[in-house]
T-cell receptor, first 115, second 112 residues
Framework: ETGVTQSPTHLIKTRGQQVTLRCSSQ?????VSWYQQALGQGPQFIFQ???????GRGNFPPRFSGLQFPNYSSELNVNALELDDSALYLC??????????????FGPGTRLTVL | DQQVKQNSPSLSVQEGRISILNCDYT??????FLWYKKYPAEGPTFLIS?????DKNEDGRFTVFLNKSAKHLSLHIVPSQPGDSAVYFC???????????FGQGTRLTINP
């Protein structure tokens, strides 16, 4: 069984640029969630995709957008990058919408640095 | 609005002793509480969870206690082992909702 994978591992961008992060969900999982983890903080929910539709969004501006593909892989796009976007971006998948009792399964993350 | 809080950024415990990690929450609507463990360069991995209708759940060396009246939960690890050194996140979820709500994390260091 393949776990959640993310690419790239690390990324350096400059302010104002755009970035696309990618995630392959665990086999059999049709729900993908994205989280932002700033240094010294816990992960913060960005949004969730279920069967290719956005299914909930956290307190993030519209320049954070996403896609989910028919194979349930997903992309996170961030436009007009700001310095505060520097963080670890985590993708998590789950089999369906319910997140309990085993929670969601996380990938290793993409470390984004904005200069 | 920090709905889940872990007030101890770090904890150091001697190998073989008990580690106790604490977590407080404010939202009484949470149905499940989960603990995740995170090593550097890896994503969080699920450790143990507890339903809001229970007050204790045990899995091997790990036990989670829930005190609903105090809106407090704790994770006990006994005996602590060097491989337990990691950052531990407390998280909560409302059944059917989309998101896990995480605390800030506690870095646990097990000393030989």
């Amino acid at each position: 069984e393949t776990g959640v994978t993310q690419s790239p591992t690390h990324l350096i961008k400059t302010r104002g640029q755009q970035v696309t992060l990618r995630c392959s969900s665990q086999s059999g999982h049709n729900t993908v969630s994205w989280y932002q983890q700033a240094l010294g903080q816990g992960p913060q929910f960005i949004f969730q995709y279920y069967r290719e539709e956005e299914n909930g969004r956290g307190n993030f501006p519209p320049r954070f957008s996403g896609l989910q593909f028919p194979n349930y892989s997903s992309e996170l796009n961030v436009n007009a990058l700001e310095l505060d976007d520097s963080a670890l971006y985590l993708c998590a998948s789950s089999p369906g919408l319910a997140g309990a009792p085993r929670g969601q399964f996380f990938g290793p993350g993409t470390r984004l640095t904005v200069l | 609005d920090q709905q889940v809080k872990q007030n101890s950024p770090s904890l150091s415990v001697q190998e073989g002793r008990i580690s106790i990690l604490n977590c407080d929450y404010t939202n009484s609507m949470f149905d499940y509480f989960l603990w995740y463990k995170k090593y550097p360069a890896e994503g969080p991995t699920f450790l143990i969870s507890i339903s809001s209708i229970k007050d204790k759940n045990e899995d091997g060396r790990f036990t989670v206690f829930l005190n609903k009246s105090a809106k407090h939960l704790s994770l006990h690890i006994v005996p602590s082992q060097p491989g337990d050194s990691a950052v531990y996140f407390c998280a909560a979820i409302i059944q059917g909702a989309q998101k896990l709500v995480f605390g800030q994390g506690t870095r646990l260091t097990i000393n030989p």
